[in-house]
């Protein structure tokens, strides 16, 4: 992944913030979720990185979720690989 990210999301709510991240994942971009989730007890804020090059259109994509339904993003987030520890 670059060097160079941006964070384009962030969230309280960790079902949310894995949602977006198989949104992005689904559109073929790359993405980096920190916070709370790092945690043995995951609470807190969950941030979404992605390479500079793609965060114009993950904020779009992200901007756009009223068009995707809560189901689909679920869907997504639960297909979504594992994060590497």
């Given at each position: 992944?670059?060097?160079?990210?941006k964070?384009v999301?962030a969230?309280?709510?960790?079902?949310?913030?894995y949602?977006?991240?198989?949104r992005?994942?689904?559109?073929?971009?790359?993405?980096?979720i920190?916070g709370?989730?790092?945690?043995?007890?995951?609470?807190?804020?969950v941030?979404l990185?992605v390479?500079?090059?793609f965060?114009?259109?993950a904020?779009e994509?992200?901007g756009?979720?009223a068009?995707?339904d809560?189901e689909?993003?679920e869907a997504q987030?639960?297909?979504a690989?594992p994060e590497e520890?």
């Amino acid at each position: 992944m670059s060097e160079n990210l941006k964070r384009v999301y962030a969230t309280e709510s960790q079902s949310d913030g894995y949602a977006a991240k198989g949104r992005l994942e689904s559109e073929g971009i790359p993405v980096l979720i920190k916070g709370g989730i790092d945690d043995a007890y995951p609470v807190g804020a969950v941030y979404l990185f992605v390479p500079e090059e793609f965060a114009a259109r993950a904020e779009e994509i992200i901007g756009s979720g009223a068009e995707v339904d809560a189901e689909q993003l679920e869907a997504q987030a639960m297909n979504a690989e594992p994060e590497e520890v």
